[in-house]
């Protein structure tokens, strides 16, 4: 029976995946082409895409929360957070987007959202197979903590061009060696903290899917 609501997650989901698989295709295939001296234009190449992408991806918690989405909202909550203030960061401090763990970065990105996506289309349409669902929500979780090692990465080396930034435009003080360490330690504590606490309720979601799925197999 045709519904807006469904079409209308329908259409997103089927725009994200499509956008993420542009985004995976571009940073594959310029790698593949032109190696490491890719590195440099990479992030400017998917900017924009990836930056519509991940704005779009505000609206999710509006689907969570509305009941279009079945998924838990805070660890939503967290990773939509987590992406959109990274994806600023990279986008203020210019420096940081040529570094290889940045396009390291974006490849998990696109991973976690090429194993999301898909499957929100397809159960929408109620074609989900064991496979999909036992790739979205087991494959998941470890390329998600491998994404949260190259964010902290990035940090790192954001909050260094940053010192050194403050220190050739002479804003040094006393207290900027004891500066970085603070500003590395707040940040990566809040990614660690939101990580360890997105990878908790992710490992109890899959539990919850995959013997619920078992169940519905067991019924047919």
Request: glycine share 2%; proline share 5%; hydrophobic share 45%.
């Given at each position: 029976m045709f519904s807006v609501r469904l079409a209308y997650i329908f259409c997103y989901n089927l725009f994200q995946f499509c956008g993420h698989t542009w985004l995976l295709t571009n940073t594959v295939v310029r790698f593949l082409t032109f190696g490491q001296d890719a590195l440099a234009d990479t992030f400017h190449s998917v900017a924009f895409v990836m930056s519509l992408c991940q704005l779009l991806s505000v609206l999710e918690l509006f689907h969570i929360?509305?009941?279009?989405?079945?998924?838990?909202?805070?660890?939503?909550?967290?990773q939509v957070l987590e992406k959109n203030l990274l994806l600023l960061m990279l986008i203020l401090v210019d420096k940081v987007q040529s570094k290889p763990v940045v396009c390291v970065q974006l490849f998990f990105w696109n991973m976690l959202d090429l194993l999301r996506y898909p499957y929100e289309v397809m159960r929408v349409m109620d074609a989900l197979s064991a496979p999909m669902v036992w790739a979205r929500y087991t494959l998941w979780i470890?390329?998600?903590a491998l994404s949260v090692l190259t964010e902290g990465f990035t940090i790192c080396h954001?909050?260094?061009f940053i010192e050194q930034e403050a220190s050739s435009l002479g804003n040094t003080t006393a207290s900027a060696p004891i500066r970085r360490p603070i500003i590395l330690?707040?940040?990566?504590?809040l990614l660690a903290s939101g990580a360890s606490l997105t990878v908790?309720?992710?490992?109890?979601?899959?539990?919850?899917?995959?013997?619920?799925?078992a169940k519905k197999m067991k019924r047919k």
């Open positions: 929360a509305d009941g279009i989405e079945k998924a838990r909202l805070l660890p939503r909550l967290i470890p390329i998600y954001a909050a260094h330690a707040v940040s990566l504590s908790w309720l992710s490992l109890k979601e899959r539990r919850h899917q995959l013997e619920r799925w």
